[in-house]
């Protein structure tokens, strides 16, 4: 159940064993459907995921209701609503399961706790946050006055998951496109 989980945790730190015991008591393991809602919009987040298996896609529907992608948490990363979960303000975005799932959780208070007295594990978050910060900035600038075959080819680069493994309708979103046209740009490449 935890093998995934040491891997990473083992790549981004030297964590003893006693204290990898400790950290995978917090976690619970946790199975879901696709398209399973694990945080609505305006929800205050309380949990932190790390994916065994599946996808996690956190994202916003506008008033006119087209959703807008921000971000894919695969096998071997963490995926929450971040900005609620620190702030424990109401989520803006919604935090989704793609396909069926399992996933290891924890409660935000058990994270910190965690944080606040493993100083291994607070490499780990700050790893996380760094991830994230990276992640974001690189969608932004590498979007910035790409067209859509950029677009395509950039994903393709950095994060060729997403195409395999989410809806056109889902990738699109996150590349700020219509289906329609990530269809018509994936035949030409």
């Known amino acids: 159940m935890f093998k995934l989980l040491e891997k990473y945790l083992r790549k981004q730190s030297e964590l003893d064993q006693q204290s990898l015991e400790l950290i995978f008591s917090k976690f619970r393991l946790i199975s879901t459907k696709p398209n399973q809602i694990l945080l609505s919009y305006h929800e205050v987040c309380k949990h932190h995921y790390f994916v065994n298996k599946g996808c996690i896609r956190v994202f916003t529907i506008n008033k006119a209701g087209q959703e807008t992608t921000r971000f894919f948490a695969f096998e071997g990363g963490f995926g929450t609503a971040l900005p609620s979960l620190i702030d424990q303000q109401p989520a803006q975005e919604y935090l989704q399961t793609t396909e069926k799932s399992e996933l290891l ?12 007295t493993i100083p291994e594990f607070a490499k780990v978050y700050r790893n996380i946050l760094e991830l994230g910060f990276i992640t974001a900035q690189k969608r932004i600038y590498g979007f910035q006055g790409f067209d859509a075959i950029e677009k395509v080819k950039w994903i393709n680069n950095y994060y060729p998951k997403i195409l395999s493994r989410v809806s056109n309708k889902m990738a699109a979103s996150y590349l700020g496109m219509s289906p329609s046209t990530l269809s018509r740009v994936k035949r030409k490449i």
């Open 105 to 116: 959780t924890i409660k935000r208070a058990d994270f910190y706790h965690l944080v606040d």
